[in-house]
């Protein structure tokens, strides 16, 4: 199993690289660069193998509701296509959110396949009283990191201007 590692600035041209054949296009790159940019992005990781980055995934700032309770963005995950199905995804979402975790993030969104993400503790954002500003369905989750994070928490999840062009 590849080495999951915080990001560096080293890494940037080989994230946009899987970032593109991943996605099949620039979007998810943009957002990435987006997130940087506004200081948005509060955890991002990396497997590497014998120097080699083969994926990332990104935590980065979110809202909710009316009272802007704060919370955190899963986006995106992405693995180099040849490295799929390896078991390289879930190391980095694993590894994200034990880390935000021992950081007191007390909350995750995540807009992603729904038979993929619950293996994390990811359920249906409904059942916590949230919407979606995107026409996501079932592909609309969240998942407590601490006892009583949705408590008295409920109403629209607020994206930043940086997942504009996602939809």
């Known amino acids: 199993m590849p080495l999951i590692r915080l990001e560096q600035p080293e890494d940037t041209e080989a994230i946009r690289e899987i970032l593109v054949a991943a996605f099949g296009g620039e979007a998810e790159a943009r957002l990435v660069e987006r997130l940087r940019a506004s200081g948005k992005m509060v955890r991002a990781l990396v497997a590497e193998e014998q120097g080699r980055v083969l994926g990332q995934v ?32 879930s190391a980095l979402v694993s590894a994200g959110l034990q880390q935000l975790r021992i950081s007191n993030h007390p909350r995750v969104i995540v807009v992603g396949d729904p038979a ?52």
């Open 58 to 89: 990104a935590f980065s700032r979110i809202e909710i509701g009316e009272a802007s309770t704060p919370a955190l963005a899963l986006a995106p995950l992405a693995v180099m296509p040849a490295f799929q199905r390896l078991g390289i995804g």
């Open 116 to 167: 993929y993400y619950p293996r994390f503790g990811f359920v249906p954002a409904s059942k916590f009283g949230l919407g979606c500003p995107y026409p996501a369905g079932e592909a609309f989750m969240a998942v407590a990191l601490a006892r009583d994070a949705f408590k008295g928490v409920s109403g629209m999840v607020k994206y930043g201007h940086e997942f504009d062009d996602l939809e």
